[in-house]
Nanobody
Framework: VQLQASGGGLVQAGDSLRLSCAAS????????MGWFRQAPGKEREFVAG????????QYADSVKGRFTISRDNNQNTLYLRMNSLKPEDTAVYYC???????????????????WGQGTLVTVSS
């Protein structure tokens, strides 16, 4: 599986964006997936994760209530809807995937073995 993230850009505080992560090579139906972000000078951090079927999801406390992760397995695409963006959301956002034969959400960086190239989100105040 190869992942291609897109949808980043420069927005103002309070605006919304939707990131997409398109997969190619294999169906995503058996992959847990997630979004991570990395701000300049900081470590990559978990943002949101979703189980292979889409039935379960988890969020970092910092984005809970503002971001929504979703997936369309028929379209082989993962999404991250980001509302009420804040300057502290500024980062490169990465999508990630891991094949797993269970309906679980993975929240740790080290457990993902497939990564997209990242898309930059910049939120101005």
């Amino acid at each position: 599986v190869q992942l291609q993230a897109s949808g980043g850009g420069l927005v103002q505080a309070g605006d919304s964006l939707r990131l997409s992560c398109a997969a190619s090579g294999r169906t995503l139906s058996f992959y847990a997936m997630g979004w991570f972000r990395q701000a300049p000078g900081k470590e990559r951090e978990f943002v949101a994760g979703i189980s292979s079927s889409g039935g379960s999801s988890q969020y970092a406390d910092s984005v809970k209530g503002r971001f929504t992760i979703s997936r369309d397995n028929n379209q082989n695409t993962l999404y991250l809807r980001m509302n009420s963006l804040k300057p502290e959301d500024t980062a490169v956002y990465y999508c990630a995937a891991r094949w797993i034969d269970a309906a679980v959400v993975i929240t740790t960086t080290s457990r993902y073995d497939i990564w997209g190239q990242g898309t930059l989100v910049t939120v101005s105040s």
